[in-house]
């Protein structure tokens, strides 16, 4: 089922926090587990911003002790950022689990990161100059109140509404999903993906890592790899179409494009709506009225389809 929503602006900012609320809350009935968002704002200078958890939202209800276990985390992801000459402008407690970064670092990014997810609970959910990757348990409104995504700006926006089918209802499990090395890709997806364990284990031969076992987690690793390799977005995509098996609709988005492919059967839905300095998608017409109400044309993207928008 699962519910995608992707929306991008050319050439200007705008509330797209506040857009990708509405378009995921009127969403809720495809996907009531978790609600991830990712909004990719205007990049300050080299700045890079991590969003990283140290728990799982259900571990709170444990009482005094993991709190505790929380905040001896946070102090030694703090103290390893210092160890590696990280520089830390901002840090803002997003949750009592979780912590949003924003630092300088010239130095090896992927060592960087592995060395902070050897913190025990730490995942990193994004790391990147404009993205900023927020997910957790919960329907849109409940999620973007939580982390005050309803004033974040930015030029674009993926979301995604979870109806858990082969996987664990936590945060680990939900979408959007990032993976390294590749700074502010994202990827959200509706679907099945049949040889995912033999694609798995091919990218884990070639160093790749994994932080939960839900397909659709795949599909970020498979983006991050060929494009850290210089391929660009749009060929990554059609490259996928033949190369991963399954039914399947998946939007990526990098720093500065938004992208969607379907499979040779269509079986997912998906929605389109395009104007000269607007694209809205979604799973269901409904998400785009949400941010369009009055008269507008849509239209399905056929099968095998690929295509890529620049902000």
Known sequence: MCGLAGIIHRGK?????????DMLQSLKHRGPDST???IYGIPEGDDFIMRVKVAEADEMAS??????????RFQV????????GVHIKECEQATKYS?????TFGGDMQNLMCYIEDVEG???LSVGHALQLIKDLGDATV???RYKIGVMQGTHALGHTRMATESDVDIRSAHPYWAFPYNDVSVVHNGQITNYWLMRRDMERQGHRFVSNCDSELLAVYVAHHMAHGIELEDVLRRSIDEIDGVFTYLVATADKLGMAKDCMAAKPMVLYESNDLIVMASEEVAIRAVLPYEIDTYDPYDEEVKVWQA
């Open 143 to 145: 999620v973007s109140d």
């Open 13 to 21: 900012s705008s509330a797209v926090g506040s857009e990708m609320t």
């Open 99 to 103: 912590r949003c970064y924003r630092f």
């Open 36 to 38: 991830g968002f990712a």
């Open 77 to 84: 992801i703090d103290d390893r950022m210092a160890e590696n």
């Open 63 to 72: 009482g005094f002790h993991i709190h505790q276990e929380i905040k001896d």
């Open 122 to 124: 730490a995942e990193i």
